[in-house]
């Protein structure tokens, strides 16, 4: 072959190659495809998975109105802090479904004419039963006033922070509607969904690292208190509880968290590093490297952890596998390992 044809031919060959930089000319004219590898090895795996949940004070409280009446007052705004007992909304007193104004009436009657009963008492002007009868109404009177007032005047059950609050000034209620939320926040409950095979895994004790959504290096660690013995029947998962003890600075009552839990050790297993998987035509696969040629090999995995992942059927330890460039291969593609340069 002349020296012009053999530069026509190796022009060709190397415009029919679909890789571009990623295959290469060999000495004998066979095109190679250049790939990164690593050897699988034996050793221990800690298996982990990641989920996600809502975040909630350790002690949560939902305030409802009771009855269908006007907000006349918020007294409160989302991130204050509050204690037990404290007043945050006031409805309308005079509203046609309150009975405050008509409950106020007879409890200052009833208090009133015990405090004249007494005064008679203590004089021997009645009797002990006359007395009674004025004490038994003055504490019906006053329980359908605290009713009442309760009604209108919505408290903080707990002391806390207002994590989530509906009510604005003018607003007509409607019995059962949700006005605020207020939970304490020294401790946080993380609530997640756990499927079922990875569930019988889980036990309360165990340790977890809580983190802000998209921000994994950020976390707290968290202990499971609660695993649910039965499956949510909308979500067909079961619900698992995390304490986390201490408050982080990114986390919030009602906010989205994510938490990483170690779910078991694995001793002695065959690994490879993630990027070495592929999946083609549903399956899973590797590329095995047999002196200047990778192998197809469809593989079994079992865990996954800190990049790398177990190989239950496939790969044994010691094998020779493509980390990178195994896209451009078929089975039994002639490789060369190295950076993608071609050969000198």
Known sequence: MTKGRLAIVMLLLLSMSCGGGNTVPSNN???RTAVEVAAAELGNMTVYRD???TLEGIEQAILTAKVSETVIDVRVKPGN???EGETLILLDKSGATSSFIQAKAYYDNAQKTLSKMKALFDEGAISEKQYDDAQTAFNVSEANFRAA???VEIKAPVSGVVTDLKANIGDQTIAGQKLATVSRVDSLRLTIGVDPDDVVL???GMTARVYPVGVKDTWTEGMVVRV???ADPKTRAFNVEILIAHQSSGLRPGSFAGCT??????KGVVKVPD??????EGLKKIYIVTGDTAVATDIVTGGNSDGFTEIIQGVKDGDVVVTMGQVFLQDRSAIRIGNGEADE
């Open 81 to 83: 802090s509050v204690r």
């Open 228 to 230: 649910a013995g039965s």
């Open 202 to 204: 889980i036990a309360p």
């Open 261 to 266: 839990i170690p779910l078991r050790e694995l």
């Open 275 to 280: 990027e070495s998987i592929l999946m083609r």
């Open 149 to 151: 007032r309760d009604l």
């Open 29 to 31: 004219h066979e095109e």
């Open 51 to 53: 989920y996600t949940g």
